[in-house]
């Protein structure tokens, strides 16, 4: 079926430097997440985005994240400066509308914050 | 079951059996969807349940939801060593596009 590809899968990076993970959404998707899972915890929303907006963001979406999709290129998120607990599995997915329930997830980026 | 304070869950269970996890939501929502997730990767949705739905079949895949208690359960039967994940409920409140996860039901199936 459809994929979400992520790039990378994992990254080092030391505390205070900037990091950002690419998604590869679904071709024809319209609406994009980024969610947060720290090891043995829930999955938990960041944000989502729609025609080119943040259209809803968490309490876990600090001052320092930030999300784009440049004409159509990779749905980013950037975190600058990182920080230790920023260390999680981020996971990217899509939908194809906006209360369209059919996700698809990617495989995650590892981050670790040193 | 899963959902709000409770700590994450572990089942571990032979090849064949069957198996039923519960969990319980808090708020309002349209539909009620089950994840696997296995080691490395992202969660894969399994079956979605709407309001409208009290029961919903998909393969070995049964879920059923009751509104009235705001619970789900999703039962597995003959179960395979492949079935080793962890499983999550979710919640889309309203079709607002945002997913709220359960804490998960990690499943040990033993060949």
């Known amino acids: 079926g459809p994929k979400v590809l992520q790039i990378p899968s994992h990254q080092i990076i030391d505390m205070g430097q900037m990091v950002t993970l690419n998604c590869d959404p679904v071709?024809?998707?319209?609406?994009f997440y980024w969610y947060k899972q720290i090891l043995g915890q829930q999955m938990e929303f960041l944000v989502n985005?729609?025609?080119?907006?943040?259209?809803?963001k968490s309490k876990l979406f600090k001052d320092q994240f930030s999300v784009e999709r440049p004409d159509g290129s990779y749905f980013t998120l950037k975190i600058q400066p990182t920080a230790l607990e920023d260390s999680a599995v981020y996971f990217c997915?899509?939908?194809?509308?906006?209360?369209?329930?059919?996700?698809?997830f990617g495989s995650g980026t590892r981050l670790l914050v040193i | 079951s899963q959902w709000g304070e409770e700590n994450l869950q572990a089942l571990s269970i032979q090849e064949g059996e069957d198996v039923t996890m519960n969990c319980s939501y808090k708020?309002?929502?349209?539909?009620v969807q089950w994840y696997r997730q296995k080691s490395g990767k992202g969660p894969a949705q399994l079956i979605l349940?709407?309001?409208?739905?009290r029961e919903k079949r998909s393969g070995r895949l049964r879920a059923t939801l009751d509104t009235s208690s705001q619970s789900s359960s999703l039962s597995i039967t003959g179960t395979l060593a492949t079935d080793t994940a962890v499983y999550f409920c979710?919640?889309?409140?309203?079709?607002?596009?945002?997913?709220?996860f359960g804490q998960g039901t990690v499943l040990s199936v033993i060949p």
């Open positions: 997915a899509s939908s194809p509308d906006r209360g369209n329930s059919d996700y698809t």
């Open positions: 071709s024809n998707h319209l609406y």
């Open positions: 985005f729609y025609n080119g907006k943040v259209m809803e």
């Open positions: 708020t309002y929502t349209t539909v």
């Open positions: 349940i709407r309001s409208n739905e």
């Open positions: 979710a919640t889309d409140a309203g079709g607002n596009n945002k997913l709220t």
